[in-house]
T-cell receptor, first 112, second 115 residues
Framework: EAQVTQNPRYLITVTGKKLTVTCSQNMNHEYMSWYRQDPGLGLRQIYYSMNVEVTDKGDVPEGYKVSRKEKRNFPLILESPSPNQTSLYFC???????????FGPGTRLTVT | GNSVTQMEGPVTLSEEAFLTINCTYTATGYPSLFWYVQYPGEGLQLLLK?????DKGSNKGFEATYRKETTSFHLEKGSVQVSDSAVYFC??????????????FGKGTHLIIQP
């Protein structure tokens, strides 16, 4: 089954404790992206990747890092999480940037 | 820059009512336009899309027409069902050829259908 998976689905952590949210797709997609969803703000792009070893900032990259060492994986790294990063995070992928994006189920992160 | 404006809601309707969710956009050039739907506890799913002016996207009884003259892409359905209750996002993507822009989303419209 073609899908985008994210782990964990739910995470509660404390300020400053490094964490990684994994994202994996099994569709051989070149383009992958991370979004955060906040009430009243919709979805905003954090980072995206056009292909392996090619990443770039989206609209709200501060406090986040990403890597793309393999085509299927695109982890989101929070080196020192803060409460303002409490949000619902979605990973998405598409064959190329112009194609339909497939979204993962979301990761709900709470930073206390 | 690009932006999408949509009514935020919640929009509450009775089953079988007619639905319109307004969406207008600001973008240079000729963007592609999308409607995504998010059911409770799930990720976003593409509902329909249109890639050029006057195109009509349709799926599951929903329709939206790309109106360049009014920069709009309003979502409509003739008779809604309780199962249509969800959050609906209007989005655009620039078609700039070599551009690296992703999707720009509206804030989402929460639709509640009552039996």
């Amino acid at each position: 089954e073609a899908q985008v998976t994210q782990n964990p689905r739910y995470l509660i952590t404390v300020t400053g404790k490094k964490l990684t949210v994994t994202c994996s797709q099994n569709m051989n997609h070149e383009y992958m992206s991370w979004y955060r969803q906040d009430p009243g703000l919709g979805l905003r792009q954090i980072y995206y990747s056009m292909n392996v070893e090619v990443t770039d900032k989206g609209d709200v990259p501060e406090g986040y890092k990403v890597s793309r060492k393999e085509k299927r994986n695109f982890p989101l790294i929070l080196e020192s999480p803060s409460p303002n990063q409490t949000s619902l995070y979605f990973c998405a992928s598409s064959f190329i940037i112009q194609a339909e994006q497939y979204f993962g189920p979301g990761t709900r992160l709470t930073v206390t | 820059g690009n932006s999408v404006t949509q009514m935020e809601g919640p929009v509450t309707l009775s089953e079988e009512a007619f639905l319109t969710i307004n969406c207008t956009y600001t973008a240079t050039g000729y963007p592609s336009l999308f409607w995504y739907v998010q059911y409770p506890g799930e990720g976003l799913q593409l509902l329909l899309k249109a890639t050029k002016a006057d195109d009509k996207g349709s799926n599951k009884g929903f329709e939206a027409t790309y109106r360049k003259e009014t920069t709009s892409f309003h979502l409509e359905k003739g008779s809604v069902q309780v199962s249509d209750s969800a959050v609906y996002f209007c989005a655009l993507r620039k078609n700039s050829g070599g551009g690296a822009d992703g999707l720009t989303f509206g804030k989402g419209t929460h639709l509640i259908i009552q039996p």
